[in-house]
């Protein structure tokens, strides 16, 4: 037999028992239990003195229960008992938006199955007293799925925005955003959104309404030789004005503008119209001049000139007759044109030639009667066929 506990064994068998059984070391343990669910932690260690102390570690899906050893220790060649330790759990609580898990629940980590957690409202949120604000570990190890036991508390009413208006596009609860717009004609002072926010323990706008203020146009601009009528001092959105032009000038264009916005800023619709004067032109007749063809009697000139002979039948010519000049008016007359002269005389039995001698240098009759031809021949015509009438 093998020396256990101080007894002995007979001398013949001794030698074969220290060879088959060699006496462990004092002190010493032998490797460390198995414990369900759990891992042991020592690494390659294979020796274990007295006092040595061996942790273990929960398996995957198993947690730690709270309270209980999770370790052993070598006494006296044996180790310290060790309880079940391990089991199975739910995970850390589901993290809310609107809720946190109250602070009794913060530092645990060991959710049996039917384990229950309360959760308060976080700031921005109010409490539905008609929802339960607990969760349960469920027999599958999972959380039971929350209802929205917290609700968003609301911002005040945004009230309207004079000349503006205000978008909401979803509501006025905790976190919402609205934004501000302006009418035509007037821009916006201020900012364009404003944010549900939390303050303290309330919620309020992050900003206040903005202003919506009016756009003015630049005075108008003038036009020569014209006015605007119903002058004012400001004009404002889809304002107009008319021009008129003063007398005497025609309007050219648009007669009326407007105030119109580009961005935000006001501008006139268009250019002003122009007033522009009549361009009459008055075209004055050329003064026509008249020629005066005077018949009278005059002497030859140095120049020979043949005479002109109308024969007129007379059963009596009396010696003293005077001479009877024709004046026709001409188209031109000259200051050193000589008179023409036609001497008419009569004899019993004999016709005397009426000669008709033209002045020097401007022809005979009939070069006279082609410059009475081009004012006015019919006239000179008419007259001298009635003195030769007269005559006879």
Same mark, same amino acid.
């Given at each position: 037999m093998?020396?256990v506990?101080?007894?002995t064994?007979p001398?013949p068998?001794?030698?074969l028992?220290?060879?088959?059984?060699p006496?462990a070391?004092?002190g010493?343990c032998?490797?460390?239990?198995?414990?369900?669910?759990?891992?042991?932690t020592?690494?390659?260690?294979?020796?274990?003195?007295?006092?040595?102390?061996?942790?273990?570690k929960?398996?995957e899906?198993? +947690?730690k229960?709270?309270g209980?050893?999770?370790s052993?220790?070598?006494l006296?060649?044996?180790?310290?008992?060790?309880?079940?330790?391990?089991?199975?759990?739910?995970d850390?609580?589901?993290?809310?938006?609107?809720?946190?898990?109250?602070?009794s629940?913060?530092?645990?980590?060991?959710f049996?199955?039917?384990s229950?957690?309360?959760?308060d409202?976080?700031?921005?949120?109010?409490?539905d %007293?008609?929802?339960?604000?607990?969760?349960?570990?469920l027999q599958n190890?999972?959380?039971?799925?929350?209802?929205?036991?917290c609700?968003?508390?609301?911002c005040?009413?945004?009230?309207?925005?004079?000349?503006?208006?205000? =978008?909401?596009?979803?509501?006025i609860?905790y976190g919402?955003?609205?934004?501000? =717009?302006c009418?035509?004609?007037y821009?916006?002072v201020? +900012?364009?959104?404003?944010?549900?926010?939390?303050v303290?323990?309330?919620?309020?706008?992050?900003?206040?309404?903005?202003?919506?203020?009016?756009?003015?146009?630049?005075?108008?601009?003038?036009?020569?030789n014209?006015?605007?009528?119903?002058?004012?001092?400001?004009?404002?959105?889809?304002?107009?004005i008319?021009?008129r032009?003063?007398?005497?000038?025609?309007l050219?264009?648009? =007669?009326?503008?407007?105030?119109?916005?580009?961005?935000?800023q006001?501008?006139?619709?268009?250019?002003p119209?122009?007033?522009?004067g009549?361009?009459?032109?008055?075209?004055?007749?050329?003064v026509?001049?008249s020629?005066?063809v005077?018949?009278?009697?005059?002497?030859?000139?140095?120049?020979?000139q043949?005479?002109?002979?109308?024969n007129?039948?007379?059963?009596?010519?009396?010696?003293?007759?005077?001479?009877?000049t024709?004046?026709?008016?001409?188209t031109?007359a000259?200051?050193?044109?000589?008179?023409?002269?036609?001497?008419?005389?009569?004899k019993?039995?004999?016709?005397?030639p009426?000669?008709?001698?033209?002045?020097?240098?401007?022809g005979?009759?009939?070069?006279?009667a082609?410059i009475?031809?081009?004012? %006015?021949t019919?006239?000179?015509?008419?007259?001298?066929?009635?003195?030769?009438?007269?005559?006879?």
């Open positions: 093998c020396l506990g101080g007894l064994a001398a068998l001794l030698l028992l220290l060879l088959l059984c006496p070391a004092q010493d032998s490797r460390p239990p198995e414990v369900p669910n759990a891992l042991l020592m690494g390659d260690v294979s020796s274990f003195p007295e006092g040595t102390t061996v942790t273990y929960c398996k899906g198993f +947690v229960v709270p209980k050893a999770d052993v220790v070598c006296n060649n044996a180790w310290s008992e060790l309880a079940e330790f391990c089991n199975r759990s739910c850390v609580p589901t993290r809310l938006l609107f809720a946190s898990l109250k602070t629940f913060t530092k645990q980590n060991y049996p199955e039917g229950i957690v309360e959760y409202c976080r700031p921005g949120y109010r409490k %007293h008609s929802l339960s604000g607990k969760l349960t570990c190890f999972k959380w039971s799925k929350p209802d929205e036991f609700k968003r508390k609301s005040p009413n945004p009230g309207d925005l004079r000349n503006g208006r205000v =978008s909401i596009p979803t509501d609860l919402a955003s609205i934004s501000f =717009s009418n035509e004609g821009r916006l201020g +900012v364009t959104s404003s944010y549900c926010s939390l303290d323990d309330s919620v309020v706008w992050s900003d206040p309404l903005p202003e919506c203020q009016e756009i003015f146009c630049p005075e108008p601009p003038e036009v020569n014209g006015f605007i009528l119903d002058l004012r001092d400001t004009y404002v959105y889809q304002q107009a008319k021009y032009c003063n007398e005497g000038f025609t050219i264009g648009e =007669s009326s503008i407007y105030c119109t916005v580009k961005g935000d006001g501008e006139w619709s268009g250019p119209p122009e007033c522009k009549s361009q009459i032109s008055k075209v004055t007749p050329p026509q001049k020629t005066t005077i018949a009278s009697a005059t002497k030859p000139t140095s120049t020979p043949k005479p002109t002979t109308t007129v039948p007379s059963t009596k010519a009396p010696s003293t007759q005077k001479p009877t024709a004046s026709v008016p001409s031109e000259t200051s050193t044109q000589k008179p023409t002269t036609v001497n008419v005389s009569a019993q039995s004999s016709a005397t009426r000669t008709t001698n033209a002045p020097k240098g401007k005979t009759v009939s070069s006279d082609a009475i031809a081009t004012g %006015h019919c006239v000179t015509l008419t007259v001298l066929f009635m003195t030769l009438v007269t005559i006879g």
